[in-house]
């Protein structure tokens, strides 16, 4: 039978920013004389001098909220707080948008650019930081995540002992996804299709990759609209792998614009470079409300710019022209389909 886990005690510390100090559980044994030296060791890789920087300035507490000092005596299986020095982020300069609220969820809308919660280099300038310094709820949660480079709905929890519920919608494949996505056209292929394989992410991979196996990856693909060498299309994916859809679309020989990975890796686009996202868009969610039991039938208000840039191009308007394409550079992809 197995023990079930002590809950960790609730944070001394507040967020800051949206961000969550960092908890660290001492090690039930070890030779370590004091919690000093303890962290020094594990976070050896953060810069000399950041431990010492942070118990001068009183900034390492324990569950009382009280600062330790440097000569702490290592006490086994004790919990310490922290806020970790974060390097400065280049501002997304895009609107977060709201689609619903209650006391239980909310879908936001997330621009490009934005990544959906802290992780590598992308801490503060993040959807759920941004999410819960503007709407002042700390304990709000992701249920789930989209890729960085990709825009629209994404579901947040408000009470933690919920977060598990909205969870299982995505795991048990309960809640039903409709993503739109600009691409070359392709006459040839017929419409819709069903796509099938097995994708896997090797570790420390920046792309996923389509292996033999057992399918793990389903996505169901149809051609909306199209003109001038560009194609509108709605992906319904019945699974949720990583880069699932662009993998899949890539695979058709019709890679999403803007994509930097799939199907060849490219440069690494600059921080500041916000002028060609991907154009891919989490359209639509479909769910019944695991606590509630209310009907959501959510919807993005969000465009992909990539087409109607186009529009204000083939017009002779200047507007789409200047900031999503110069759309000409878009054009080499379109006609080498």
């Known amino acids: 039978m197995r023990r079930r ?23 039930g044994e070890g030779t370590w004389g004091t919690v000093r030296e303890y962290l020094a060791g594990r976070l050896s890789g953060a810069g000399e001098g950041v431990v010492d920087g942070l118990f001068r300035r009183g900034e390492v507490v324990g569950v009382d ?95 933690p002992e919920e977060r598990g519920a909205y969870q299982s919608l995505f795991r048990d494949r309960r809640i039903h996804k409709v993503y739109e996505a600009v691409a070359p056209h392709a006459p040839d292929l017929a419409f819709p299709v069903t796509l099938s394989s097995r994708m896997e992410k090797p570790r420390g991979s920046l792309t996923a990759l389509e292996v033999p196996g057992p399918p793990n990856a389903v996505t169901h693909v149809t051609e909306t609209a199209h003109r001038s060498g560009l194609a509108r299309y709605r992906l319904t994916p019945q699974t949720g792998q990583t880069h699932q859809l662009r993998v899949h679309m890539a695979s058709l020989g019709l890679p999403i614009l803007g994509d930097p990975l ?50 204000d191009w083939a017009g002779g308007k200047t507007a789409g022209a200047g900031r999503y394409g110069k759309i000409a550079s878009w054009q080499p992809l379109v006609d080498d389909a």
Request: proline content about 12%; charged content about 25%; aromatic content about 8%.
């Open 262 to 311: 799939y199907p060849e890796v490219q440069p690494p686009i600059p921080a500041t470079d916000f002028h060609r996202p991907l154009q891919l868009l989490a359209r639509e969610l479909h769910f019944t409300d695991p606590v509630t039991g209310r009907e959501h039938h959510l919807s993005s208000g969000r465009t992909l710019e990539a087409w109607e840039a186009y529009e």
């Open 65 to 159: 909220g009280r600062a330790l000092a440097e000569d702490t005596p290592f006490a086994p299986g004790a919990y310490v707080w922290f806020h970790r020095e974060l390097a400065p982020e280049t501002p997304v300069p895009f609107e977060v948008g709201v689609v619903h609220r209650d006391d239980h969820i909310v879908v936001a809308d997330k621009p490009h650019f934005l990544a959906t919660t802290p992780r590598g280099s992308h801490i503060t300038q993040t959807l759920l930081a941004r999410l819960r310094r503007d709407l002042a709820i700390p304990a709000l949660g992701a249920a789930h995540r989209l890729d960085r480079l990709t825009a629209g709905l994404v579901l947040f929890t408000v009470r």
């Open 5 to 27: 886990r002590t809950p960790a005690p609730p944070s001394p510390l507040p967020q800051r920013d949206g961000v969550d100090p960092v908890r660290v559980r001492l090690p």
